[in-house]
């Protein structure tokens, strides 16, 4: 199966600064998706981008399908920022994907005021 | 309110107890998934159903078993049969291809 490698595992930030993740793949994709897991567990939607640029706020994506990854900008982090980052990515091979959904082991990001 | 609900927030039972979590969506979505998410790890799927009355296992189906009477619920039960069942349960439901997660179930196995 396809699989999904995140980078860096785990990421310490001071307060306003900048970051980036990454999320490579190893197989074509039709799906993926960003989100943030916050410390009481739940799974918020960042992005669907499985091509292409999109920003939100101070959150930006971008997914280069050809080349097989994907990078998460968080600008001017804040405390509330931190958390699990994960990249899930869902392919149609053989066309019975079904929306399932491949997930990387995630980023720990962590922001001290 | 729309939105995923998972009951209960925390479980907690007997080795050899069969348990049952609950996920209801008012989102009017036909697909719905069960993941579970082991410390430090990310999200592997346990089944996931299409539609009413269909359901496929997932990756990590061994010593679960769901169903799928309803559109709106998809319950999940952990038999005794499942030699690791202590773990974070998620469920989603899917719009496109696009997941929606719900709140999790935290069970522990005493």
């Known amino acids: 199966g396809i699989q999904v490698e995140q980078s860096p595992p785990d990421l310490i930030l001071q307060e306003g600064a900048n970051s980036t993740l990454r999320c490579n793949f190893s197989d074509s994709v039709n799906n993926l998706q960003w989100f943030h897991q916050n410390p009481w567990g739940q799974l918020i939607n960042l992005f669907y981008i499985p091509s292409g640029t999109k920003q939100n706020g101070r959150l930006s994506a971008t997914t280069v399908a050809t080349e097989r990854y994907s990078l998460l900008y968080i600008s001017s982090s804040q405390t509330t920022d931190s958390g699990v980052y994960f990249c899930?990515?869902?392919?149609?091979?053989?066309?019975?994907?079904?929306?399932?959904?491949?997930f990387g082991q995630g980023t720990i990001l962590t922001v001290h005021p | 309110d729309g939105g995923i609900t998972q009951s209960p927030k925390y479980l907690f039972r007997k080795e050899g107890q069969n348990v049952t979590l609950s996920c209801e969506q008012n989102l009017n979505h036909d697909a719905m998934y069960w993941y579970r998410q082991d410390p430090g790890q990310g999200l592997r799927l346990i089944y996931y159903s299409q539609i009413v009355n269909d359901f496929q296992k997932g990756d990590i189906a061994e010593g679960y078993s769901v169903s799928r009477e309803k559109k709106e619920s998809f319950p999940l039960t952990v038999t005794s049969a499942q030699k690791n069942p202590t773990a974070f349960y998620l469920c989603?439901?899917?719009?496109?291809?696009?997941?929606?997660f719900g709140p999790g179930t935290r069970l522990t196995v005493l």
């Open positions: 899930a990515v869902g392919s149609n091979a053989g066309g019975t994907s079904y929306g399932k959904l491949t």
């Open positions: 989603a439901t899917r719009k496109g291809l696009q997941q929606f």
